[in-house]
């Protein structure tokens, strides 16, 4: 038999006026498959202050490339209707997003231009690759997509399918239109109509690869399986948006009408 010993009414009391704080968490050793060590600022030691011979060899070059990364983001925010609609639907599913605490620039492996992290839920805009404004609300944009997903739809992003399905949107309504198939080699004269979903395909099976320790064929047959179910889903943007169109502003008009903050 096991005795407790109960607080008494004073430990009680000090307990409940500190309370713990809780500590964030941590991905565990093996999980560098699940995509974390694409973000290497986010295991880095603290950096030593700058000194004027390392500035004058280019070290320190990331500190510029970040605030011009936090501007561009602020720009987005406040300009961007696709990022002005992914917030809106994120606060009208209960996730409202503090883009201090929400969004982060971070220097990244050059293979990715932007990722979101699930533990941390925070969408990384890669200062070192994500140079201009347009990149950084294209990948804003996608980031969010997952986010939204994650709140929205309950992602296990250690579920390959989920994964697949997830990819599938953000490439759907964020990547995708019958330019950038054709320029990625995804169309052809002879095959418009499956142009686009060839290109969302090509798009997801690329960012699987990028993040998850799986060979090609694992990935392929995992977005075959979710293709049919993820690829019609719209939320929240409602339309595929075409290249050199005004279909992100329309879709910024009326995503009051689906319960999403637009203002």
Known sequence: ????????????KEKAEKPETPKPQQPSPNESQWGYDLYPDRSRPVKSELTLSSFLKGQGKENLDKIKCERNVYKCVK???????????????GCEIDIRRHIACEECSPNVSGGYDPILNQVVICHNTATSEGVVQGVLTHELIHMFDYCRNKLNFKNIDHLACTEIRAANLAHCSFLSAWTNGDASP????????DCVKSKALSSVMAVRNVTKLEAIDAIERVFPKCYPDLEPIGRRLRRNSDDMYKAYEEAFYYGYDNK
Do not use: C, W, Y
């Open 190 to 197: 002879f095959k418009i109509k499956q142009a686009h979903q």
């Open 1 to 12: 038999m096991t005795f407790i010993d109960f607080p008494d009414e004073n430990e009680r």
């Open 79 to 93: 300009k961007s209707p696709l990022v002005k609609l992914m917030l809106g639907a994120l606060k009208g599913s």
